[in-house]
């Protein structure tokens, strides 16, 4: 019997192997919504220039997403637990979704357009900084619909033991962004400043996305 349930234990290769690609897709996922213009990013690219509590600010960025990520996942696998019509139609949806924000990016890719951001003005204190930060993270309707319906959505299909590593690279990819711009801030401004660096990254994400609707629509329709 003791041998007979070790044989049927999963390796730990093969756990990664399952996990891995699960990783990918909320990393993918998770960072081809998150880098567009706006003014959350501004706001981080501006207190890495200023070199201002850039810490601070980006772990309170990451972290808001992290915990709208894993709470849309974890609600929406309750809700959608006992209901499979629903999850398919939320996932359908959901392809329907990407597919045309996908598209959305191709669009802006073919126009010229551009993130700037100051490092002059007055300075702020960690408090006002994180307020800012808070401000500009939970007022923004937008990111409910992304990090918990959308996000949240797409996770919740996952397998119960693989949706852990869907959350952890949906919130990998948030933190990787936000640290990137506040602490690659002197480098990557001039960059992001030039309209044809946006035209070539909203051509990546608008790829991914196309990509990801496909893989949505696909388990949708297959069962997972």
Known sequence: MRSGKLACMPTLPATVSLAYPV??????????LIVAIGAQNAFVLRQGLRRE??????LLCGAADAVLI?????GMARALGERPGLARALALGGSAFLAAYGLQALRRARRPHR???TGGGAGLS??????????????NP?????TVLLVGSVGAQQPAALRGWFVAGAGAASLSWFALLGYGARWLAPWLARPRAWQMLDGVVGVIMIVLAALVLRGALTGW
Not at 23 to 32: N, P, V
Not at 70 to 74: E, F, I, K, M, S
Not at 142 to 146: C, E, P
Request: aromatic share 10%; net charge negative.
């Open 126 to 139: 960690r408090g006002a900084a994180m307020a800012q930060a808070a401000a500009f993270t939970l007022l």
């Open 53 to 58: 509590h850039v810490g601070s600010v980006v």
């Open 142 to 146: 937008h990111v409910y619909l992304d």
């Open 115 to 117: 993130l700037e951001a």
């Open 70 to 74: 894993a709470a849309g996942v974890l």
């Open 23 to 32: 990783f990918i897709q909320g990393w993918a996922l998770s960072l081809g």
